[in-house]
């Protein structure tokens, strides 16, 4: 069967990677002189550095010994390997690399474009043909298809660490954060964007956003959708009422919470939230 592996930006929890058999290779989190993988930091140790230092923590691509170790335990399988977009880090080309370093000769190296679960959607997607008894070569065809319809947006609640990380300016940022401005990210040609502003209270502003998603999720392919999230402490309730609303749609075969990443974590901050899914044909 087809062997899959995607670095860790994919964002599924421990309980899908281990009942879709999937490995996983780390990005790097830097902390000043500490480095650790990511995987390694609970949201919360993240955060509490981050708040403490008054920065966000740097992100590293994967390191290319791991990368080739990995690829040369399954020289003799066919593999896709799944990595961030390439728009925004060198992960993919270090998976490029250590595929030829192992020897690997079926391979699909896959830049997703996206990030966080609108990866583990590509992956998962892969994951049940593979199951199926799928060939190698079809998989990698319907991957090609569905990889663009994969919808990725959060709202975030504040812009300090997307700021901090210079993804924005520190005048937008004073103002957003003085406004109670939550912008709607979203992933289009592998990059992030923002959509919309909404304005108020993160509880509120993830139902507005929700509410706007509706007419495309009443379109969305029907396997499964994913809400991801940073969500801490009493937040959790803002999470717990996306899911029943997307659960009340019956429309999904499967609603899945995860929690985003170190990596995806450093960069949009607490309370964030996002709907992925595939859009319909």
């Known amino acids: 069967m087809v062997k899959i592996i995607a670095d860790s930006t994919c964002d599924l929890s421990p309980e899908l990677k281990e009942r879709y058999d999937i490995d996983i290779l780390p990005l790097g989190i830097l902390m000043d002189d500490k480095s650790v993988r990511d995987g390694e930091l609970t949201q919360e140790e993240l955060f509490s550095w981050a708040d403490s230092a008054g920065k966000t923590p740097k992100t590293a691509a994967p390191s290319l010994e791991e990368a080739t170790e990995l690829f040369c335990r399954y020289r003799d399988r066919e593999v896709i390997a799944f990595s961030i977009s390439s728009e925004m880090s060198t992960s993919n080309n270090v998976m490029r690399l250590a595929a030829k370093e192992a020897g690997c000769e079926r391979v699909k190296i896959v830049d997703s474009r996206n990030l966080s679960t609108g990866i583990g959607l590509q992956i998962l997607y892969a ?76 509880g509120r502003v993830v139902g507005s956003y929700v509410e706007d998603l509706m007419p495309a999720l009443k379109d969305a392919e029907r396997r499964r959708v994913f809400v991801t999230h940073t969500m801490q402490g009493e937040a959790q309730s803002i999470v717990e009422e996306t899911k029943k609303k997307l659960e009340e749609l019956g429309i999904f075969e499967e609603v899945l919470e995860t929690r985003a990443g170190g990596v995806i974590s450093s960069h949009c901050g607490p309370n964030t939230l996002g709907v992925l899914f595939i859009a319909g044909k």
Do not use: H, W
Request: glycine share 8%; aromatic share 6%.
């Open 127 to 202: 994951a049940d043909m593979a199951a199926a008894g799928e060939p190698f070569d079809a998989i990698c065809a319907a991957l090609d298809e569905v990889s663009p319809r994969v919808r990725a947006s959060f709202v975030i609640d504040t812009l300090t660490y997307l700021q901090r990380g210079g993804r924005c300016s520190p005048l937008t940022a004073l103002a957003a954060n003085l406004l109670s401005l939550k912008p709607m990210i979203v992933v289009e040609g592998g990059k992030m964007d923002v959509s919309r502003k909404y304005r108020g209270k993160i």
